[in-house]
């Protein structure tokens, strides 16, 4: 019976990322808050941190995408009430309030 079953794989089956274990001590504030996030989403600590964590870096990723389009806006205008506006938004960006 060699042979009655070819597997073919492309690669167009998703593979599963090997979770990587980290140690990492929170404030019992922070601890606190995430444990009662698991227990209103009837879910772990850990996956709650997962879901944090994922959509702080892409937070982080829109604040630089959204600097950046700053940065290309300032260096293609010409009208200096613009070129300023640009400019105070960036130093606020970069150096906060």
Not at 67 to 92: C, G, I, M, S, V
Request: glycine share 4%; charged share 35%; aromatic share 4%.
């Amino acid at each position: 019976m060699d042979g009655w079953c070819n597997v073919v794989y492309l690669g167009a089956m998703p593979t599963r990322e090997k979770p990587t274990r980290q140690s990492v001590s929170l404030p019992s504030r922070v601890a606190r808050r995430v444990q009662a996030l698991a227990t209103a989403q009837r879910t772990s600590a850990s996956r709650v941190m997962v879901d944090l964590i994922e959509s702080g870096l892409e937070a982080k990723e829109r604040e630089k995408r959204h600097y950046l389009d700053l940065l290309d806006q300032l260096r293609e205008t010409d009208d200096p009430a613009e070129q300023k506006r640009l400019t105070e938004e960036l130093a606020r960006l970069t150096f906060g309030e």
